[in-house]
C-alpha cells in the first residue's frame, strides 16, 4: 500500500525514470571518462609497485651492507670449525673417516665401562 503512494508521488512530481533516455553525448562522455578513470588507476598502480620496490631494494641494500662484516666473521668462524673439525676426526680412531670419495672404515675399540 505504501509503495503504491510512493509511486505516485513520484509519478506526479515528474521525476520519472527511463532506461535508455540518455543521449548520444551522455553515452560518449560516460565511456570517455571512464577509460579515463581506467587509465589513472593503472598509472596510479604503476607508480605505486615502483615506490614499494624501490623501498624494498633500498631495505635490502641497507641490510645487506650493515650485515657484511657479521657475514664475514661467520665465514671465517665456519672455515676455522671446519679445519679445526678436519683435525680431529683425523686424530680420533674408531670411526669412518671420509677421504676424499672414499670412506674408509676405523677399527673402533670400545673403552667405556659396562654395566
Keep these: 500500500m505504501q509503495f503504491d503512494k510512493q509511486q505516485d508521488r513520484l509519478g506526479q512530481s515528474g521525476a520519472t525514470m527511463r532506461p535508455g533516455s540518455q543521449s548520444l553525448l551522455a553515452k560518449v562522455l560516460a565511456i570517455v571518462i571512464g577509460a579515463a578513470l581506467l587509465v589513472v588507476g593503472f598509472a596510479v598502480s604503476l607508480v605505486m609497485l ?3 620496490l624501490g623501498a624494498g631494494i633500498v631495505i635490502g641494500g641497507f641490510v ?3 650485515t657484511r662484516d657479521l657475514r664475514k666473521h661467520l665465514r671465517e668462524q665456519a672455515m676455522r670449525a ?6 680431529q676426526v683425523r686424530e680420533r680412531p674408531g670411526q669412518s673417516m671420509d677421504i676424499g670419495d672414499v670412506v674408509e ?3 673402533f675399540h670400545d ?5
Design 82 to 87: 671446519q679445519q679445526t673439525h678436519g683435525q
Design 64 to 66: 645487506w651492507w650493515k
Design 105 to 107: 672404515d676405523v677399527e
Design 111 to 115: 673403552e667405556s665401562p659396562r654395566k
Design 50 to 52: 615502483a615506490v614499494v
